[in-house]
């Protein structure tokens, strides 16, 4: 199957593995395996943060990050495409015992103009607002990504009203690829953010989450609640190095097949698509006279693999994975509906 339902298909390669096999590893839950020690610092280093906390999944890294930020009764802003909001089974009310606010944005962004009037005040009615959590790239906004700007006047609003800064970094590695932007940029403007190496990057497993020393060593104990201490984790830490070294400047080719794609979807007489809206390695286009459901399961029995997004919208993603081979499966396909 040309497996295009996500960017969390990848599997690790044999030169990944390779690196997993040779890497020299210890006990995490000790502190002492010297693999993950190192990842941690390179990654928090990269992105201009303190320290980096190596946890399994990206739903533990962001869970992680607004704990650290809040307190019980306290309000995170949040588009309502957010993940954060649509999955991750109400982690934040309970792990936390907060409570998300999500606004109506543009494709999963979040402006200052929409952000202002939804802070609360310090009414002892209110939930009081503490954290603005933005997601880049967006998942169900299409992967669109974040200017420079727009996340430097988020940061602005925040500081003028004593609030904190969440990024959730799922495919920040796409974000960079499509804008330029450094990663060190990002440590500037967020308090904590988490970062993934299982979609597009291709490791197996893993996410960190990136911010103070002090803010990592509350979450480091509280990955141990939540059941995330691990031990000999310097084999995934080799695997997501390996994939950041070696798998993101593979991305601009996921995004060129995407642009690509976009285009041919465009001249379907069977769909509709923003061109405007292809920016990364995620592609959400609608229906124009059948349901999604329908469609999927057209592309299934021509051995594609999408997922409904709606009613009439169906989500493609790009990955690295898909050979060129399959790519021109793909577009022959797509024109011969």
């Not at 306290?74 to 934040?92: C, R």
């Not at 494709?107 to 939804?118: F, S, V």
């Given at each position: 199957?040309?497996?295009?339902?996500?960017?969390?298909?990848?599997?690790?390669?044999?030169?990944?593995?390779?690196?997993?096999?040779?890497?020299d590893v210890g006990d995490d839950v000790f502190a002492e395996d010297p693999t993950i020690n190192r990842f941690?610092?390179?990654?928090?280093?990269?992105?201009?943060?303190?320290?980096?906390?190596?946890?399994?999944?990206?739903?533990?890294?962001?869970?992680?990050?607004?704990?650290?930020?809040?307190?019980?009764?306290?309000?995170?802003?949040?588009?309502?495409?957010?993940?954060?909001?649509?999955?991750?089974?109400?982690?934040?009310?309970?792990?936390?015992?907060?409570?998300?606010?999500?606004?109506?944005?543009?494709?999963?962004?979040?402006?200052?103009?929409?952000?202002?009037?939804?802070?609360?005040?310090?009414?002892?009615?209110?939930?009081?607002?503490?954290?603005?959590?933005?997601?880049?790239?967006?998942?169900?906004?299409?992967?669109?990504?974040?200017?420079?700007?727009?996340?430097?006047?988020?940061?602005?609003?925040?500081?003028?009203?004593?609030?904190?800064?969440?990024?959730?970094?799922?495919?920040?590695?796409?974000?960079?690829?499509?804008?330029?932007?450094?990663?060190?940029?990002?440590?500037?403007?967020?308090?904590?953010?988490?970062?993934?190496?299982?979609?597009?990057?291709?490791?197996?497993?893993?996410?960190?989450?990136?911010?103070?020393?002090?803010?990592?060593?509350?979450?480091?104990?509280?990955?141990?609640?939540?059941?995330?201490?691990?031990?000999?984790?310097?084999?995934?830490?080799?695997?997501?190095?390996?994939?950041?070294?070696?798998?993101?400047?593979?991305?601009?080719?996921?995004?060129?097949?995407?642009?690509?794609?976009?285009?041919?979807?465009?001249?379907?007489?069977?769909?509709?698509?923003?061109?405007?809206?292809?920016?990364?390695?995620?592609?959400?286009?609608?229906?124009?006279?059948?349901?999604?459901?329908?469609?999927?399961?057209?592309?299934?029995?021509?051995?594609?693999?999408?997922?409904?997004?709606?009613?009439?919208?169906?989500?493609?993603?790009?990955?690295?994975?898909?050979?060129?081979?399959?790519?021109?499966?793909?577009?022959?396909?797509?024109?011969?509906?």
């Open positions: 199957m040309i497996d295009l339902r996500s960017d969390t298909v990848t599997k690790p390669t044999q030169d990944m593995l390779r690196a997993m096999t040779s890497a941690e610092k390179k990654m928090a280093d990269m992105f201009g943060m303190e320290a980096g906390l190596f946890v399994p999944s990206g739903t533990m890294s962001n869970q992680l990050s607004l704990n650290v930020l809040t307190s019980p009764g306290d309000e995170v802003i949040i588009d309502k495409l957010g993940h954060i909001f649509n999955y991750e089974s109400t982690a934040a009310a309970h792990l936390s015992s907060i409570q998300l606010r999500p606004l109506d944005g543009q494709r999963g962004k979040l402006t200052p103009e929409l952000i202002k009037p939804a802070i609360r005040t310090t009414n002892e009615w209110d939930p009081h607002t503490r954290v603005i959590a933005v997601e880049n790239t967006t998942n169900k906004g299409g992967g669109a990504c974040y200017t420079e700007i727009e996340l430097k006047k988020i940061r602005q609003l925040a500081d003028q009203h004593n609030l904190s800064v969440h990024l959730d970094g799922a495919r920040i590695w796409n974000a960079m690829t499509a804008t330029g932007t450094s990663p060190e940029f990002y440590g500037s403007v967020a308090d904590t953010i988490s970062i993934c190496f299982s979609k597009g990057l291709g490791a197996p497993v893993g996410s960190m989450m990136l911010s103070s020393h002090e803010r990592k060593k509350e979450a480091r104990r509280l990955r141990k609640m939540w059941g995330g201490g691990m031990r000999q984790i310097g084999l995934l830490a080799a695997a997501a190095d390996y994939a950041v070294e070696h798998h993101w400047p593979l991305m601009a080719k996921d995004h060129d097949r995407a642009r690509h794609f976009a285009d041919v979807l465009k001249e379907s007489p069977h769909f509709s698509i923003d061109l405007e809206s292809a920016e990364t390695n995620i592609i959400i286009f609608d229906t124009l006279e059948e349901s999604a459901a329908t469609w999927v399961t057209r592309f299934s029995d021509h051995g594609i693999g999408v997922v409904p997004f709606g009613e009439q919208t169906i989500r493609a993603t790009f990955h690295f994975q898909v050979t060129d081979e399959e790519f021109d499966q793909l577009i022959r396909t797509v024109k011969n509906f």
